[in-house]
């Protein structure tokens, strides 16, 4: 039987108990899984993305007074990671074009340095 996480859970995670981060990460695991596929549809990437958020909050470990913070925590590190992504996937896209174009002007003789 799963019973919901208090408060007590907090002083043992900042002293670095890997049970009390067990205990966190199956607790907030799913929904920041959930809320990062909604962000990165396809969500290929949802699952680095939201280990990378908990890999996060296990560093930040010791800066947490209560579960109220540490939720906002893992959301919005989440957001940033996704953004990251989605910011990164942009950038490759533009110079996947780049070199479409380029590979196109090159045989069409085209092709100017």
């Known amino acids: 039987m799963k019973f919901p996480l208090s408060d007590e859970i907090i002083t043992p995670f900042n002293q670095g108990a890997p049970e009390a ?10 929904v920041i899984f959930l809320f990062v596929s909604r962000l990165i549809y ?3 990437a949802a699952g680095d993305i939201t280990s990378e958020a908990f890999i996060r909050l296990w ?13 906002p925590f893992l959301f919005r590190t989440a957001k940033n990671l996704a953004l990251d992504h989605l910011r990164h996937l942009r950038i490759e896209r533009k110079k996947l074009l780049e070199i479409q174009n380029m590979e196109r002007n090159f045989s069409e003789g085209n092709f100017q340095p």
Not at 21 to 30: A, K, V
Not at 59 to 71: A, C, H, T, V, Y
């Open 21 to 30: 981060f067990n205990q966190i990460f199956l607790e907030f695991y799913p």
């Open 42 to 44: 396809p969500s290929i």
């Open 59 to 71: 560093e930040n470990k010791g800066k947490f007074e209560s579960l109220s913070g540490l939720r």
